[in-house]
């Protein structure tokens, strides 16, 4: 089992910039795929950011491709997500993903979740 923690979370002005990390327990996330997920209020659960367990390669959902970037720290057992240049648009509620096998943008893929982490971005 894999336990996942985002936090990082916040209020911020569109503009702004925020970093979510996502501490893992119970296992090491090393040979884990992990993605970002957000969903904001009567929509569904969409795709973020997504990172390859073996060689470190990310994938972006066009709406954040260059003003996030996802990265992980094996080390540490943590992902992180910085965002950069916030929209109102992208205020939702941030989830952390960790998966085998997956299709990056798939969330059924993914094997476990955490709680998730509000990030609202005022205009």
């Known amino acids: 089992q894999v336990q996942l923690a985002e936090s990082g979370g916040g209020l911020v002005q569109a503009g702004g910039s925020l970093r979510l990390s996502c501490a893992a327990s119970g296992r090491t996330i090393s040979s884990y795929a992990m993605g970002w997920f957000r969903q904001a209020p009567g929509k569904e659960r969409e795709f973020v950011s997504a990172?390859?367990?073996?060689?470190?390669?990310?994938r972006y959902a066009n709406s954040v491709k260059g003003r996030f970037t996802m990265s992980r720290d094996n080390a540490k057992n943590t992902v992180y997500l910085q965002m950069n240049s916030l929209k109102p648009e992208d205020t939702a509620v941030y989830y952390c993903a960790a998966g085998r096998r997956v299709v990056w943008n798939v969330p059924g893929d993914y094997d476990y979740w955490g709680q998730g982490t509000q990030v609202t971005v005022s205009s």
């Open positions: 990172i390859s367990w073996s060689d470190g390669s990310t």
